[in-house]
Nanobody, 117 residues
């Protein structure tokens, strides 16, 4: 399995970005996907997950602002981020969790999101 994340960049406070994660290797349809982030000097934290059955879960810090989605036909998971603020600045990683597993098994390379005026 390979995961390729894209879509990061520099955005002003209050702005929006959409991250995408393209999966290859044939495991996308039946496994859960997620996004995590790591800010400088902080531990990596879970941002959002979406199961193979489209059930979503979000960190409290992003609820109402971020939306995770997936397109099984395109084998792509996305993270729409709205109302961004400086605390959202981090490297964002997409990840895949295999069926029945508790943690993520595969990781993308990370994409930088910087929120600054």
């Amino acid at each position: 399995v390979q995961l390729q994340a894209s879509g990061g960049g520099l955005v002003q406070p209050g702005g929006s970005l959409r991250l995408s994660c393209e999966a290859s290797g044939g495991a996308f349809r039946r496994n859960d996907m997620g996004w995590c982030r790591q800010a400088p000097g902080k531990q990596r934290e879970l941002v959002a997950t979406i199961t193979s059955g489209y059930i979503t879960n979000y960190a409290d810090s992003v609820k109402g602002r971020f939306t995770i989605s997936r397109d099984k036909a395109k084998e792509t998971a996305s993270l729409q981020m709205n109302s961004l603020n400086s605390e959202d600045t981090a490297v964002y990683y997409c990840a895949m969790r295999l069926l029945g597993r508790s943690g993520f098994d595969f990781w993308g390379q990370g994409t930088q999101v910087t929120v600054s005026s």
